[in-house]
């Protein structure tokens, strides 16, 4: 967004959803919409059609243009009787998607180990799609109430660059890149989600309210009132300050006397030098920010290389911004410390940075950027880093390049657990991301002024456990998102949760670890994919399963490809007029033949097959079925009980895994040990270590139970 040059301050003002770059949707009246001083009246143009927009009361104004076909190169302008203007170039039309969800989808193309693309950089070096636009939310809640803004920073990027591509969500780079090359036409992806977050807090207050649903609006009355600066009085809001001041304190005091203790001499030695130019780098790391993997443990690590400040650039508007810092930092330019982030800041693990940098550093050329990364607990991290021109809109992205990183200390043992951290849920819900609306409140009522073709959305993971609930708070969402961007043919797709057991990346499940399990175990994970399949109940609803390309020992799989493929297919078939079968096998029938049940299923496409095992699966089973004493595997169309595929119950409601073999279209399930089945289930487990199960169009069959008739 650039602002014309004036000593006049403008009286209005553009949320920044509007910005260069923007992707505006087809076919769908256009409207542009923001804040001025109350019954001001503006000139908004949208290319050479114009529209008078007054601001009412409360100072806000909005205008509407008729729907556009797709396109690139237009402009925006708003003028104020004064002269002053705000003019959007470069603005696109064309089908825009939000990508929203948990960690699955804030997992971006370049990340830091264990938490990116494995090719990530090649990926993003490739990038090179002027017309697939980004967009990507920082994290932010808000308890009181919708934003007019997203959170600081947010800006509309081109897909043509490794920086602007390498922190955008990988599913949500893919399923664009993926749908750019079918439909020929700019698209948009909206990037808004969160790393454990549950589906509550997306979705809006009056939703919640139409549907009754007490607890959770109780939760978010309790955000609002109970913390301080609550408007409230009396003992409960005093009660709550002094709280939040013993939880602050007892971490304030922990860091300070415990973990920035742990090696004095060390920080004292980093504090004097190691962001000054001129500094030995003999002793640092190189290699890329992404790559460093330092921040995988808590323990304070620095970070510095060199940027440039273009000629041209005012050295009084120039600005560091980082999409955020995990969980705390200090900055330095040239030696000196420009700005830092303390747990006086709320979510300060997740909250972007911006520091102004003196005029007196920030003369073009070369200087020197350092930046001390304190972890506290768990796994840190460093999102997208820029320096920016405040006054013309002008950005420099130095995420990528060389970094040299140096590990000023790990914490001693000594330092024990660290103490509740403000935000915590339990001790400061007003800062919590678990609070209901409160996501929705600040990283999705901003896109309101827009509208949207449809929505991505990966989430589920932290409320498991909790099936029947999550079945209508799935449905609320939708509801919310078309309600919020009046798209009421929003189409919504949703990914089946991957096979998972325990995350433990770096110290990792054996891979046979499954083979003890028994058909019942761990069926949390199981319910909620069953009932993430359900939305396909609803109108423009559907799902893309991830199930068989999880990973036991990381929540977060690699194989991001291929969930983007296939919700792309959905969409395909959805919006986009793809012929022939798009999705996998779903159970459509169970019937019982004497002592097996036969399996019948919509989707086949092509025919059912049965793929070959997994080349370490096939080691297990193999080995399984010699101890005892089964021999090898025969027929490429069977599966069998030792690689826990299927399972059938009785009437006695006891699982056992079973046989199955491929009987055309079908699949015959049996067991010995249950000469009468009545139910049966396929990949009914947290981690299904066999699901080959596919049409011959490639795609796998859903996880699924199912009962005989008659």
């Given at each position: 967004m650039k602002t014309e040059t004036t000593?006049?301050?403008?009286?209005?003002?553009l949320p920044n959803v509007y910005s260069d770059h923007m992707v505006f949707q087809r076919d769908v009246p256009i409207t542009i919409a923001g804040t001025a001083s109350p019954f001001l009246a503006l000139q908004v143009h949208f290319d050479s059609v114009s529209r008078t927009a007054t601001a009412n009361a409360t100072g806000h104004w909005s205008a509407e243009f008729p729907p556009l076909p797709a396109g690139t190169g237009h402009v925006v302008r708003v003028a104020a009787p004064s002269g002053t203007t705000i003019e959007l170039?470069?603005?696109?039309?064309?089908?825009?998607?939000?990508?929203?969800?948990?960690?699955?989808?804030?997992?971006?193309?370049?990340?830091?180990?264990?938490?990116g693309l494995k090719n990530g950089a090649k990926i993003a070096a490739e990038a090179d799609d002027p017309d697939l636009r980004i967009l990507k939310s920082a994290r932010m809640v808000s308890p009181d109430g919708p934003c007019e803004n997203l959170p600081q920073g947010a800006a509309w990027r081109r897909a043509d660059s490794a920086e602007a591509v390498g922190p955008c969500s990988a599913v949500g780079y893919l399923f664009g890149k993926l749908l750019r090359k079918r439909v020929k036409i700019p698209i948009g992806i909206v990037s808004t989600n969160w790393g454990g977050c549950r589906i509550e807090p997306w979705i809006d207050e009056g939703t919640l309210r139409r549907h009754g649903c007490e607890a959770e609006l109780a939760r978010l009355d309790t955000a609002r009132?109970?913390?301080p600066g609550s408007r409230e009085s009396g003992n409960a809001a005093r009660n709550a300050r002094r709280e939040a001041k013993r939880v602050f304190d007892a971490l304030e005091t922990w860091l300070r006397k415990s973990f920035f203790a742990s090696d004095p001499a060390t920080t004292k030695k980093a504090l004097a030098s190691w962001a000054k130019p001129g500094e030995d780098l003999s002793g640092w790391d190189r290699g890329t920010l992404a790559g460093a993997g330092k921040l995988g443990e808590p323990g304070v690590v620095w970070f510095r290389r060199d940027v440039e400040v273009p000629e041209g650039w005012n050295p009084a508007h120039v600005r560091f911004t980082a999409y955020r810092i995990n969980d705390t930092d200090e900055v330095f330019w040239d030696g000196v410390k420009i700005g830092e982030t303390w747990i006086d800041t709320p979510s300060y693990w997740s909250a972007p940075r911006d520091y102004a940098v003196p005029a007196s550093l920030a003369k073009p050329g070369r200087h020197v950027l350092a930046i001390r990364v304190a972890n506290h607990f768990r796994s840190g991290g460093v999102g997208e880093l820029a320096v920016e021109d405040s006054g013309s809109g002008a950005r420099e992205s130095v995420s990528g390049g060389d970094w040299f990183s140096r590990v000023e200390f790990r914490p001693r043992p000594e330092c024990g657990e660290r103490p509740v951290a403000p935000g915590d849920p339990a001790v400061d819900p007003r800062n919590a991301f678990t609070v209901p609306s409160t996501l929705f409140n600040a990283m999705f009522a901003p896109l309101s002024p827009l509208r949207f073709r449809g929505a991505i959305w990966y989430q589920g993971c932290s409320n498991v456990g909790e099936a029947r609930n999550y079945e209508r708070f799935q449905k609320y969402l939708v509801e919310s998102w078309r309600k919020a961007t009046r798209s009421p043919d929003m189409a919504f797709l949703q990914v089946q949760l991957a096979g998972f057991e325990e995350h433990r990346p770096t110290d990792r499940l054996p891979d046979d670890y499954w083979t003890t399990l028994e058909p019942t175990e761990r069926a949390e994970w199981a319910e909620m994919r069953e009932v993430q399949s359900k939305i396909r109940g609803l109108r423009l609803c559907d799902f893309a399963t991830a199930t068989d390309i999880g990973d036991h020992s990381d929540i977060h799989p690699a194989n991001k490809y291929e969930v983007a493929r296939r919700l792309e297919a959905a969409a395909a078939k959805m919006l986009?007029?793809?012929?022939g079968v798009t999705t996998g096998p779903s159970l459509a029938s169970v019937k019982r033949e004497g002592g097996e049940l036969r399996c019948s299923f919509s989707d086949i496409g092509a025919g059912l097959v049965a793929k070959p095992l997994a080349g370490g699966v096939r080691e297990i089973v193999a080995k399984a079925r010699a101890a005892a004493g089964k021999g090898k595997p025969a027929g490429r169309n069977a599966f069998f009980p030792e690689e826990h595929a299927f399972a059938v119950a009785g009437a006695d409601g006891k699982w056992v895994w079973a046989d199955a073999r491929l009987d055309g279209n079908d699949v015959v399930v049996s067991s010995p040990a249950v000469p009468k089945p009545t139910r049966v289930r396929y990949a009914w487990s947290s981690y299904p270590p066999s699901m080959r199960l596919f049409n011959k169009d490639g795609f796998p069959a859903f996880p699924f139970q199912g009962a005989a008739r008659g």
């Open positions: 000593k006049i301050q403008p009286a209005f003002a170039r470069d603005v696109a039309v064309g089908d825009v998607w939000i990508a929203g969800g948990q960690s699955n989808m804030e997992f971006p193309v370049v990340g830091v180990e264990f938490y009132k109970a913390v986009y007029g793809a012929k």
